[in-house]
Each structure stands twice: as structure tokens, then as C-alpha cells.
């Protein structure tokens, strides 16, 4: 889908490649945690969390750093089926924005 709606370059068609890698990569993982459960028994047979859920973690902020060098729009949360987005662009003018009105805002607090 994204090839048939845009042109992409060598580079991007490898970043392409590899955001669908992590995804195919995090299906698996959470496919795991779903069969084995949250945790997972240690060496001393204690319980704890199981190692794909820090796997997820870093595997949806690979993700995220793929699509933000790509510049695919992300979903809003909680947007209705996911039909809202935002750019890169649009969250970064956002962060920055609210940035500004934090610290004009801290300041006139203590004026």
C-alpha cells in the first residue's frame, strides 16, 4: 500500500523492509507472551516477567524510529479506527509549542 501511494527511494524501500521485519518480529513475540503468560519461571523458580516483554518494548521503539524516518503519519490515540494522524512534523511543532507555553507559563508563575 504505501508503495502504490508514494515514491520511495532505495533507502526508504530498506527502512520500509525492515519496519515490516519488527513488525513481523513483534507478532511473534507477543504471540509468546499470549501462549506462556506475563512471567515466566527463573532459575530459582521464582516468577518473573517473561523477556519477550522487553523485547516488545524495544521492538515498538525500533518501530517508531523506522516510521519517524520514513514519515509515515501515526495514528492518534484513540482515534476511531485509527482514522486520525499525525506527522512527524505535526508532533514535533506540537512538543515544541507546548515547550514554549510551559516555560512562559513557569515564568509568569513567578512573577
Sequence with gaps: MVTSEWECSATELELLAQACRTLDELDVL???VAKEGATVAGSQG?????PALSELRLGRGELRRLLDALGIPQPLAGAAGGEGV????????????????EKQRGSSSHA
Design 30 to 32: 507477543r504471540r509468546a
Design 46 to 50: 521464582q516468577r518473573r516477567a517473561h
Design 86 to 101: 499525525v506527522s512527524l512534523t505535526s508532533r514535533r511543532a506540537s512538543k515544541a509549542a507546548t515547550a514554549r507555553w
